[in-house]
Nanobody, 116 residues
């Protein structure tokens, strides 16, 4: 079992920034991918960004240039720095842990609201 605890969501004005954190604990594999996904009301959950154990990253086109994903392997923690936020970034953001391509856990989600 892996537990994921997210933090850092909130209300921010358009153009503002937020930093999300997700700490993993429990039975952590040596090699794993962590990522952020989001789900807006009435929409399907979508990828925001992922990062592998070696630091390789993948971003959705909608956030490229505005978001940066990073990880601290010693702390089993992943971060998502979001800049130049737009109202369309409003969603519940979920942290994901994936190992061996089949072992997957999700966090409880953290709300990000971009509004003036």
């Amino acid at each position: 079992q892996v537990q994921l605890v997210e933090s850092g969501g909130g209300l921010v004005e358009p153009g503002g920034s937020l930093r999300l954190s997700c700490a993993a604990s429990g039975s952590i594999f040596r090699f794993y991918v962590m990522g952020w996904y989001r789900q807006a009301p009435g929409k399907q959950r979508e990828l925001v960004a992922t990062i592998g154990s070696g630091g390789n990253t993948n971003y959705a086109d909608s956030v490229k240039g505005r978001c940066t994903i990073s990880r601290d392997n010693a702390k089993n923690t992943v971060y998502l720095q979001m800049n130049s936020l737009k109202p369309e970034d409003t969603a519940v953001y979920y942290c994901n842990y994936m190992a061996l391509g089949v072992v997957s856990y999700w966090g409880q989600g953290t709300q990000v609201t971009v509004s003036s």
